[in-house]
């Protein structure tokens, strides 16, 4: 069994920076791809990147391309986001996720996942 624990998260200005943090516990993730999703209040959860195993292969969201960047340490067990340029419309609960197969921007086809962490951006 796998825990992931989010940090990170806060109330931050549109334009700012923040660093997203998963951390995960229980068994080596390195073999793991792993995600970040977001749901903004009203709205159904939605993908925001994807960094597989061996760290050469990240996917991004349309939404977030050139402003988010996705990495891992696998010495760490532990995945990043880092968010720049932040706009309103970033503001969400941001979920960690690892595991599982298949199309990597479904939510459904993750095995695990964090808490969340919520980030917000004023305008």
């Known amino acids: 069994q796998v825990q992931l624990v989010e940090s990170g998260g806060g109330l931050v200005q549109a334009g700012a920076s923040l660093r997203l943090s998963c951390l995960a516990s229980?068994?080596?993730?390195?073999?793991?791809?792993m995600g970040w999703f977001r749901q903004a209040p009203g709205k159904e959860r939605e993908f925001v990147a994807v960094i597989f195993w061996s760290g050469s292969n990240t996917y991004y969201a349309d939404s977030v391309k050139g402003r988010f960047t996705i990495s891992r340490d696998n010495a760490k067990n532990t995945q990043y986001l880092q968010m720049n340029s932040l706009k309103p419309e970033d503001t969400a609960i941001y979920y960690c996720a690892a595991g599982g197969s298949g199309i990597y921007f479904h939510s459904s086809s993750y095995t695990y996942w964090g808490q969340g962490t919520q980030v917000t951006v004023s305008s």
């Open positions: 229980g068994r080596t993730v390195s073999n793991y791809r």
